[in-house]
T-cell receptor, first 110, second 115 residues
Framework: DQQVKQNSPSLSVQEGRISILNCDYT??????FLWYKKYPAEGPTFLIS?????DKNEDGRFTVFLNKSAKHLSLHIVPSQPGDSAVYFC?????????FGTGTSLTVIP | DAGITQSPRHKVTETGTPVTLRCHQT?????MYWYRQDPGHGLRLIHY???????DKGEVSDGYSVSRSKTEDFLLTLESATSSQTSVYFC??????????????FGSGTRLTVV
């Protein structure tokens, strides 16, 4: 059963606007969360992380929000740029293994 | 990423043949993982290793075996390839520090097609 879910397979956003990617998880033992970005024909690359002791982490244009009570994670990209067009995976861990969502394909329209 | 390489990058094989994919790292990380990526399923763990000769199964391990005879190499073997194993395979490494896994570094992937 999928422990990490990304219910939106795709998202289109105009350049300069905000992109919001969502992720839900079911295991309350997860204590560390990551977002990865993946371009075609490449491996996923680390984007941003957050631990369960925080509810927000910011890195430049990227901010991750964690709502533990709702078991919900979101990634905000502001402002969105065409180079942000990629597949984004969220991942969650409670130990040595990460569980990944199914990915959201983001298209930023110039 | 220069610290982790996968070979081959692409492979086409016939049903029933054995196939071995190789992952090589130069980071001296303890943990190594094999994932497969399929549409609608995201990344799913096949097997992982937490040291030389120490391996364990992931959620989709049926039909796969692994070996790790030295720190830098982690091999994934399909004993008898089936069409359902057509996928993109990613190797990943991680460096657990003080019991915390700060995330993976992924290889570039191997696209395997079983015909």
């Amino acid at each position: 059963d999928q422990q990490v879910k990304q219910n939106s397979p795709s998202l289109s956003v105009q350049e300069g606007r905000i992109s919001i990617l969502n992720c839900d998880y079911t295991n309350s033992m997860f204590d560390y969360f990551l977002w990865y970005k993946k371009y075609p024909a490449e491996g996923p690359t680390f984007l941003i992380s957050i631990s369960s002791i925080k509810d927000k982490n910011e890195d430049g244009r990227f901010t991750v929000f964690l709502n533990k009570s709702a078991k919900h994670l979101s990634l905000h990209i502001v402002p969105s740029q065409p180079g942000d067009s990629a597949v984004y995976f969220c991942a969650a861990s409670s130990g040595n293994q990460f569980y990944f969502g199914t990915g959201t394909s983001l298209t930023v329209i110039p | 990423d220069a610290g982790i390489t996968q070979s081959p990058r692409h492979k086409v094989t016939e049903t029933g043949t054995p196939v071995t994919l190789r992952c090589h790292q130069t980071e001296n990380h303890r943990y190594m993982y094999w994932y497969r990526q399929d549409p609608g399923h995201g990344l799913r763990l096949i097997h992982y290793s937490y040291g030389v000769k120490d391996t364990d199964k992931g959620e989709v391990s049926d039909g796969y075996s692994v070996s790790r005879s030295k720190t830098e190499d982690f091999l994934l073997t399909l004993e008898s390839a089936t069409s359902s194993q057509t996928s993109v395979y990613f190797c990943a490494i991680s460096d657990n520090r003080q019991g915390v896994n700060y995330g993976y570094t992924f290889g570039s992937g191997t696209r395997l097609t079983v015909v």
